[in-house]
């Protein structure tokens, strides 16, 4: 069973000449299966967490360890992130100029398999799983990102999920930018991929709008660099209620 293993993360950024520390001491344990929200207000360091995990270079990790099955994430190149079951939506956020989205998921595919697929049985698959989120077929021969709407982007994403099976996804702020009916395809997409038991997720999130569609099985309420409370299903509705206040009080958040 995967387990990602996040221990007292500390990170940091560069900005305006100076560095400001950003994670303060983040514990997280994801197992595959699990799915798991975070949940806080604007600028509590919840994309900085989720990038640090994808390895991007502007963060940079001070302090605590990331393991993937007791293997060191931080460690790993993006590339070798990916082979060892990690899946980061927001790895690929730039356009892949003359790539098809097909081929760009062959490729990965290929890459996390240690395999080519079959020609003829991944096109199926691709269409397949492209008809369930409600795809354009034609949306497989277009390059990766270039002129993707946001919906298209957030399908995108789950279309990589759903062929390329990770161990744990993380996928930062999925929700926003959706009407109601992507939302729902999008939800269906993350339900679908969960119910196989394989992935465990982890859903970041500022608003508790995609929760209707997606229940956790835990939440956590991010602030200032932290996990600030732990709690099941429940925490989210409290949260729909009563906002972040209480957890933003004398901070800087929000
Ligand atoms: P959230 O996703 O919870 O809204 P972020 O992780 O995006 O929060 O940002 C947390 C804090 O870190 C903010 O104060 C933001 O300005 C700062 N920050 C994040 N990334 C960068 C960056 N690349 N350069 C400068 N500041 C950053
Ligand atoms: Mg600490
Ligand atoms: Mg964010």
Redesign the pocket.
Same mark, same amino acid.
């Given at each position: 069973m995967a387990t990602l293993e996040i221990n007292d993360l500390h990170v940091t950024?560069e900005?305006d000449n100076s560095t =400001?520390e950003?994670l303060k001491g983040v514990d997280l344990t994801v197992k595959q299966g699990e799915t798991h929200a975070i949940m806080?207000p604007?600028?509590?360091? =919840?994309?900085?967490l989720a990038y640090s995990l994808a390895g991007h270079p502007?963060y940079t990790v001070t302090g605590g360890t990331v393991t993937l099955d007791g293997e060191d994430v931080l460690a790993m190149t993006v590339d070798e992130r990916a082979r060892a079951g990690l899946f980061l939506a927001m790895q690929y956020p730039v356009e892949v100029p003359g790539v098809s989205v097909s081929n760009f998921l062959r490729t990965s595919a290929t890459a996390i398999r240690g395999e080519a697929p079959k020609l003829r049985t991944w096109v199926k698959e691709v269409r397949e799983a492209m008809e369930r989120l409600n795809m354009d077929p034609a949306f497989a021969e277009r390059n990766v990102n270039e002129g993707f709407s946001g919906g298209e982007k957030k399908r995108h994403e789950i279309l990589q999920l759903e062929l390329l099976k990770p161990h744990i996804a993380i996928l930062d702020e999925t929700d926003s930018g959706l009407d109601v009916d992507a939302l729902r395809v999008v939800s269906e997409g993350v339900n679908r991929v969960r119910e196989g038991g394989e992935v465990g997720t982890l859903l970041i999130t500022h608003y508790t709008r995609i929760l209707r569609y997606i229940k956790p099985d835990f939440v956590h309420v991010?602030a200032a660099g932290r996990i600030a409370e732990s709690g099941g299903a429940e925490l989210a509705d409290k949260l729909e209620e009563e906002g972040y206040e209480s957890y933003t009080k004398g901070g800087a958040s929000e």
């Open positions: 950024v900005a =400001k950003i806080g604007n600028g509590s360091g =919840k994309s900085t502007k991010f």
